[in-house]
């Protein structure tokens, strides 16, 4: 920060809301209103009006509790959901359609004459004043940013032509960022179709018969959803993204109500084989199998299919990497149905109709530890690629120029 920048706290050169009771009498017809979630908050994007969901209103909406164009708005908590950081923050953008917002955030409006509204957004996104919300939360039972140390947060800032200038060059970095990003993101795709290749060039490593599913499964059955409860869980539910890996992912999960009789009929055991039932025809049949299940009430959805493997016939894991193949990917799409490809689904009957190769058992158990180095090699290389390097690039922009050094 350099001599001539000015530190005001930020209550002192923006307007800080929190949520309140939008209506006025309860006695009066209800009123339709979009609505700010924690949920609608992007690091980089902003908030589009037309993509909020609407609420009923009891009586006059309050405008003091309505955001309007260029208000920035705050993660004051990100309550249940993990993967939202308490700070965050974004501009809204509503063509001139005001909104309400959810009292997990605040909304800051900032002085105009005394400070560029793009300039305070990259500000609070900025490593310092990450770092000091991080602290605060740390000190509360719940992630909750304490609204009034929030306000007492320091700004530092030039003059609003210098302002304006330091907003060009940091878009401009950003822009570079970007690009790379872009970059990666081709690099990632092609990467992607490594694995399966290898798998598809081992499946064609020998002559073995070719067998559908209904012969090397006791049964399949589709799961149950059940709907997202964070205030009384007694379970939880997989989500369709727990077969993006050839592992399943127990991480990907939401808590739930789960009645007796349900855990016990769609309960997930080791071994279990996955196969998603509905998603887009290029993901639609992706399979994993259930490796060190956890010792909890879980249940799997609807979106997933639960083949019971005949373990005197095949291996979990060996049929779950012959579901990935690129032939049984391709017998998974014609078999799959549906009068939108954005979603299409395969029903439990023919996905037991899609051929598998079954070699013996031994050899079975030969090519999954060949698969699972092979992937292990494809997994590393993807993470590597996905390394957070875009991200210390982004912090280290806002770091120099808020130093007054772009």
Not at 230 to 245: I, M, R, W
Request: net charge neutral.
């Amino acid at each position: 920060m350099t001599d001539s920048w000015r530190t005001i706290s930020l209550e002192n050169i923006a307007e800080i809301q929190t949520s309140g009771s939008w209506g006025d009498d309860p006695d009066e017809s209800p009123e339709t209103i979009p609505v700010i979630r924690t949920s609608d908050i992007d690091a980089i994007g902003n908030i589009r009006w037309e993509r909020l969901p609407l609420r009923r209103i009891a009586g006059t909406i309050r405008q003091r509790y309505l955001c309007k164009d260029g208000d920035i708005i705050v993660v004051k908590s990100s309550g249940s959901h993990t993967n939202i950081v308490t700070g965050k923050c974004a501009f809204y953008q509503g063509n001139g359609a005001d909104v309400g917002f959810t009292n997990f955030l605040l909304r800051v409006r900032p002085n105009k004459e005394i400070i560029q509204p793009e300039y305070l957004l990259y500000f609070l996104r900025s490593p310092e004043i990450l770092s000091r919300v991080r602290a605060l939360v740390a000190t509360t039972t719940y992630p909750n940013l304490k609204v009034s140390e929030y306000r007492k947060f320091p700004v530092h800032f030039p003059e609003l032509a210098e302002q304006q200038r330091i907003v060009g060059c940091i878009k401009q970095c950003m822009e570079r960022v970007q690009e790379i990003e872009t970059l990666r993101q081709e690099s990632l795709e092609d990467t992607s179709h490594l694995a399966t290749s290898l798998y598809g060039a081992l499946a064609q490593g020998g002559s073995w018969p070719e067998t559908k599913i209904q012969d090397v499964i006791l049964r399949s059955r589709n799961g149950k959803s059940i709907r997202q409860d964070n205030e009384k869980p007694t379970g939880f539910v997989l989500s369709l993204s727990c077969v993006h890996d050839v592992t399943l992912n127990f991480d990907a999960r939401k808590p739930i109500v789960l009645p007796d009789n349900f855990a016990e009929q769609h309960r997930v055991s080791n071994d279990d084989v996955f196969v998603s039932r509905s998603n887009t025809r290029e993901l639609v049949g992706l399979s994993s199998v259930a490796v060190d299940t956890p010792d909890m009430r879980l249940i799997y959805p609807d979106l997933l299919i639960k083949l019971e493997v005949d373990r005197t016939k095949v291996l979990p894991r060996y049929l779950a990497y012959a579901l990935r193949t690129p032939e049984s990917r391709r017998q998974i799409k014609i078999r799959a149905v549906g009068t939108s490809q954005s979603m299409v689904k395969i029903s439990g009957e023919r996905l037991k109709d899609v051929s598998i190769p079954l070699p013996p058992l031994d050899v079975q158990e030969s090519l999954v530890n060949r698969f699972d180095e092979l992937h292990d090699l494809a997994f590393q290389m993807v993470s590597e690629m996905q390394a957070p390097e875009r991200d210390h690039l982004r912090k280290s922009i806002l770091r120099k120029a808020f130093a007054g050094e772009l």
